[in-house]
């Protein structure tokens, strides 16, 4: 089926395009498709092309410089890196030269696009079976089609070449609607499975990767046919999916274990109860920013960029509207972010089916000494100081509804209000010791705020769905 598109006896390898040393490198791909007509193309072409006529300028100062050595070498068509070898002073011009390049290249907008499948055109290389997987034995000629065990209700599997001239084969989009047909008796179970276990931590099918003889079985197999039919008969819509399981009692039922439950459901796997479970580590630092009014919602565009600590830490660079979310952060495999890589985000690998899950002390402290999740607390006692004045109380209270988006119980205002008072005394003397020109009064009462505010982000509730 994919033979005309990733075909290993005709590839296409992707490369890369640099302009010297620290400047950006734009991916120039042959499975690359550029946005030729979005808004964003337009913008970056605008953007780039003083810049371009920049660069040009000085590519014509290098050829220029470059000539009389070409009279003198005796060679009116070497290139100038040959020259350079050759001629110490056109070396040092030339390095020059390119160097002032560097800052321009570096801020050359990338132009968008997608990666992308698509028929590489021709006919592919034939495939044939190989005889005991011997690559070097092969067998018969193998025609594109979908497993036939899979097939025995479905229509059959026809390739018809598109009517409008695409040079495609057809076979993908053949494979597609097979795939998607009503009655295939995976496709809509397999999603159905991959939403209920974004929510609740586990799939009706376990083994969400293998629903054959050797995974695990459905604990509610009627539930997961009735989800499939609602999924199809909905168009496929998995807003309505999450929709539909979000307003179910098994989702909004408490992760309170009580004793009837944990005696006729120990590994709950009926959901007696919500299985408690830890926010992801996506989820968990767009909600530290998010609580700090530090998050940055702008969907789309360039990646945020990434910075490396003297002390190994992987951090977001913030722009000018705070930090973007986990998903545009730039994800390289040698500097996974600090804080995403002790949560349980996934390698950058393929088929990842289900995220670990640990419990570790470098999680704590991420949480504890992470200079992000410092830095959003105090963003957010600044933000609560703001809603709710110099009042503690009136602090307090803010503060659980931003964090945990409920009020504290009477023992807990009570609490957090001494603690508070007692931190505020305790900054007091610290700012004291150690004189400052800020009011050491205003000072104190916003890094009290901060530390009890690190301390909700540190908690329990925050962390877990429960």
Not at 48 to 71: D, K
Not at 248 to 254: F, K, L
Not at 421 to 436: I, L, N, R
């Amino acid at each position: 089926v994919f033979q005309t598109a990733l075909d290993p006896y005709d590839w296409r390898i992707p490369s890369m395009e640099c302009g010297g040393v620290g400047a950006k490198c734009e991916e120039k791909n042959l499975r690359f498709l550029p946005d030729l007509e979005s808004e964003e193309t337009k913008a970056a072409a605008i953007f780039n092309a003083p810049l371009e006529r920049q660069i040009t300028e000085i590519e014509q100062q290098i050829e220029e410089a470059a000539m009389p050595y070409r009279v003198k070498a005796g060679k009116p068509s070497a290139t100038v890196e040959e020259l350079t070898k050759q001629f110490e002073d056109l070396k040092k011009q030339v390095g020059d030269l390119r160097k002032s390049m560097q800052p321009i290249r570096a801020k050359i907008k990338p132009t968008p696009g997608y990666r992308a499948l698509f028929d590489m055109g021709g006919d592919p290389t034939p495939v044939r079976i190989l005889l005991r997987g011997d690559p070097n034995n092969p067998g018969p000629l193998v025609a594109p089609g979908p497993p036939s065990v899979l097939s025995a209700e479905l229509p059959p599997y026809e390739v018809v070449k598109p009517a409008h001239e695409t040079g495609t084969s057809g076979r993908r989009l053949a494979f597609a609607k097979w795939l998607t047909d009503p009655k295939h008796p995976l496709t809509a179970r397999v999603m159905v499975n991959r939403i209920w276990q974004q929510h609740f931590g586990t799939g009706i099918v376990k083994s969400s990767g293998n629903f054959g003889k050797m995974g695990t079985p459905p604990t509610h197999p009627e539930l997961l046919d009735w989800l499939a039919v609602e999924f199809v008969e909905s168009g496929w819509s998995m807003k309505k999916m999450h929709r539909l399981i979000m307003t179910s009692a098994a989702y909004r039922q408490s992760s309170a274990v009580s004793d009837a439950a944990l005696a006729g459901d120990a590994s709950n796997s009926m959901l007696s109860r919500f299985p408690l479970r830890r926010l992801d580590a996506e989820a968990l630092r767009d909600g530290v920013l998010k609580v700090a009014g530090r998050l940055d919602e702008k969907e789309f565009g360039p990646p945020a960029e990434i910075e490396v600590k003297p002390d190994g830490a992987v951090l977001p660079k913030a722009g000018k509207l705070g930090y973007r979310r986990s998903i545009y952060v730039l994800q390289r495999r040698s500097t996974p972010v600090s804080m995403l890589d002790a949560f349980d985000a996934p390698f950058m690998s393929p088929n990842c089916v289900r995220r670990g899950e640990s419990i570790v002390s470098s999680q704590a402290l991420q949480m504890m000494n992470g200079e992000q999740v410092r830095e959003s607390a105090r963003y957010l006692a600044g933000r609560v100081m703001d809603a709710a004045g110099l009042d503690v109380r009136a602090q307090v209270e803010r503060l659980y509804l931003t964090t945990l988006s409920r009020p504290p119980s009477s023992a807990e205002l009570a609490a957090a209000v001494t603690t508070l008072t007692g931190m505020t005394e305790q900054w007091k003397k610290h700012y004291t010791a150690t004189p400052s020109p800020e009011p050491v009064l205003a000072k104190s009462s916003h890094m009290a705020l901060a530390t009890l505010a690190h301390t909700m982000l540190n908690s329990a509730e925050f962390l877990y769905v429960d």
